[in-house]
């Protein structure tokens, strides 16, 4: 019985080590840097069936840096859209500029995975090497006038501050390391259910 019980327990071992060295060779990872002026916090959104970030929204310090961290498992090119709320005051702001981040993530020839990231913002064509979101007053040159005008008695609209958009919720399904899980545990309790039968047919014949 003590040889069945370590012939088992290696077998389990054995299957649960194949099974992490498959997940950490298929998985490759992206960390993509944000700084915001003055501070605020920084939500990312995945377009449909791309991988969601560790954090889809994070808090980041006047003069610090924060970090969007992705995981993927499966070759292909995935698309992001960045915003930001700054918070300078203690008055949310809605940042007027985001930004665009696509990952590419490539095989090599031993089977893992490597990924390539671009970020682009609304502003500018030219690539970024990081997220950074800054807040440029609005300054307006007003003419010298030459008229006097009467005062002015109208009252003043109030303005509503834009609020980011609600984040579009990517597939974040993943079914192939889950079915590989079940299949592994499954071949395990068939191995140990045949040890124990092959074990006890033949402590019957020796007694």
Do not use: W
Request: proline share 7%; charged share 20%.
């Amino acid at each position: 019985m003590r040889k069945f019980f370590t012939v088992s327990l290696t077998l389990l071992l054995l299957l649960f080590r194949i099974t992490f060295i498959a997940f950490a060779a298929d998985a490759a990872g992206a960390d993509i840097p944000v700084v915001i002026e003055g501070g605020g916090t920084a939500t990312m959104i995945p377009a449909v069936n791309c991988p969601v970030p560790a954090e889809r929204s994070i808090r980041v310090d006047n003069g610090r840096t924060g970090h969007f961290n992705i995981q993927f498992t499966e070759p292909g090119e995935y698309h992001y859209t960045i915003t930001a709320v700054f918070s300078a005051g203690g008055e949310e702001r809605a940042a007027d500029e985001e930004f665009r981040l696509t990952v590419t993530v490539t095989a090599r020839e031993d089977g893992s995975l490597y990924t390539v990231s671009v970020i682009n913002g609304s502003k500018s064509a030219n690539k970024q090497a990081q997220v950074r979101f800054s807040e440029t007053p609005e300054t307006t040159t007003q003419p010298p006038e030459t008229t006097t005008r009467p005062p002015d008695t109208s009252t003043t609209v109030p303005t509503t501050t834009p609020t980011p958009g609600t984040p579009r919720t990517g597939d974040e399904s993943n079914l192939s390391r889950y079915l590989l899980i079940a299949t592994l545990s499954a071949a395990g309790l068939f191995a140990l259910a045949l040890l124990y039968t092959l074990n006890t047919n033949k402590l019957l014949r020796e007694d």
